[in-house]
């Protein structure tokens, strides 16, 4: 179906392969009970029974329904095998470092937007001028082929994703990765975050990107951008998280400079805001 898809003999000894390692694994016949509770409150959060037959167990608490919980127990009893993945969707209050590595790398870089050309320029930001346009580029890396991925690119408070096609009736648009194959992402604009969503897509170094305008002055964290296998999450990746320091455009003080970490440095060759600030004066209008 797909140009790029792997050969039938190749399928064929990956079916193989998985078939061998369910009939040992003796998870093509597979009868257990899986319970988790919740240490602390001892309460009893699942308790079910899977078979080779069964559907997906999916379960969702928030976290009031946790308190004076000191852990997570998960039990199996029975025959065959099972995965069990528990994930947590917050808002970090601190940063969260070193990148998380299951099979996938992931790196996120925000630079300057070129206002004539619309490319990026420069090095990485971590600071910047409010008013201004910058892009996003998400660039990940898959140990293997994926037949579903999905990116999950939290904003900060001060970022407001551009959607390219507002005047149409779309809701996706597609962004082209850079990899060894031609891969589309769609993408869905939301007001807290932008997802993409790819399929079939091979292993390799691939990147998706989207425009922003800062539009608050403060102090922020950018969140890491989580990248995983829709179906498989537990094969996944995260970025980075990092300070960044928006200044106000008509702000007097002290210089991006003085006033960032002294790994931050922004230069006139490097920062497009010259030339957006004379068109603003010029047509009167206040960025």
């Given at each position: 179906?797909?140009?790029y898809a792997r050969s039938?003999?190749?399928?064929?000894?990956?079916?193989?392969?998985?078939?061998?390692?369910?009939?040992?694994?003796?998870?093509?016949?597979?009868?257990?009970?899986?319970?988790?509770?919740?240490?602390?409150?001892?309460?009893?959060?699942?308790?079910?029974?899977?078979?080779?037959?069964?559907?997906?167990?999916?379960?969702?608490?928030?976290?009031?329904?946790?308190?004076?919980?000191?852990?997570?127990?998960?039990?199996?009893?029975?025959?065959?095998?099972?995965?069990?993945?528990?994930?947590?969707?917050?808002?970090?209050?601190?940063?969260?470092?070193?990148?998380?590595?299951?099979?996938?790398?992931?790196?996120?870089?925000?630079?300057?937007?070129?206002?004539?050309?619309?490319?990026?320029?420069?090095?990485?930001?971590?600071?910047?001028?409010?008013?201004?346009?910058?892009?996003?580029?998400?660039?990940?890396?898959?140990?293997?082929?994926?037949?579903?991925?999905?990116?999950?690119?939290?904003?900060?408070?001060?970022?407001?994703?551009?959607n390219s096609l507002l005047?149409?009736?779309?809701?996706?648009?597609?962004?082209?990765?850079?990899?060894?194959?031609?891969?589309?992402?769609?993408?869905?604009?939301?007001?807290?975050?932008?997802?993409?969503?790819?399929?079939?897509?091979?292993?390799?170094?691939?990147?998706?990107?989207?425009?922003?305008?800062?539009?608050?002055?403060?102090?922020?964290?950018?969140?890491?951008?989580?990248?995983?296998?829709?179906?498989?999450?537990?094969?996944?990746?995260?970025?980075?998280?990092?300070?960044?320091?928006?200044d106000d455009f008509s702000?007097?003080?002290?210089?991006?400079?003085?006033?960032?970490?002294?790994?931050?440095?922004?230069?006139?060759?490097?920062?497009?805001?010259?030339?957006?600030?004379?068109?603003?004066?010029?047509?009167?209008?206040?960025?």
């Amino acid at each position: 179906e797909y140009s790029y898809a792997r050969s039938i003999v190749e399928d064929t000894y990956s079916l193989i392969g998985l078939f061998l390692y369910d009939s040992l694994r003796q998870s093509d016949n597979t009868d257990l009970l899986v319970e988790v509770k919740s240490i602390g409150s001892d309460s009893l959060l699942i308790s079910s029974r899977v078979s080779s037959d069964s559907e997906p167990i999916s379960q969702s608490w928030v976290f009031e329904e946790l308190q004076g919980s000191t852990g997570i127990k998960i039990s199996v009893q029975g025959d065959g095998e099972a995965s069990v993945v528990l994930g947590f969707e917050y808002v970090p209050l601190k940063l969260l470092n070193p990148m998380i590595d299951q099979g996938v790398t992931v790196q996120k870089i925000i630079q300057a937007m070129d206002p004539f050309s619309g490319s990026p320029i420069g090095a990485p930001l971590k600071a910047y001028k409010s008013g201004q346009f910058v892009i996003i580029t998400i660039q990940f890396t898959l140990i293997d082929d994926f037949t579903s991925v999905l990116i999950d690119d939290p904003l900060p408070g001060c970022f407001e994703a551009q959607n390219s096609l507002l005047s149409s009736n779309s809701e996706f648009d597609q962004s082209l990765s850079s990899s060894r194959f031609f891969s589309y992402f769609e993408t869905e604009y939301l007001a807290d975050r932008v997802i993409f969503r790819g399929t079939q897509v091979s292993a390799g170094t691939h990147s998706v990107s989207y425009v922003a305008m800062i539009n608050v002055a403060g102090n922020f964290i950018v969140g890491p951008t989580i990248v995983k296998h829709e179906h498989q999450p537990s094969l996944m990746g995260t970025s980075d998280s990092f300070y960044f320091v928006v200044d106000d455009f008509s702000f007097e003080g002290p210089s991006l400079k003085d006033v960032c970490y002294d790994d931050i440095e922004l230069s006139d060759d490097h920062n497009p805001v010259s030339y957006t600030h004379l068109r603003a004066h010029e047509t009167g209008r206040n960025l």
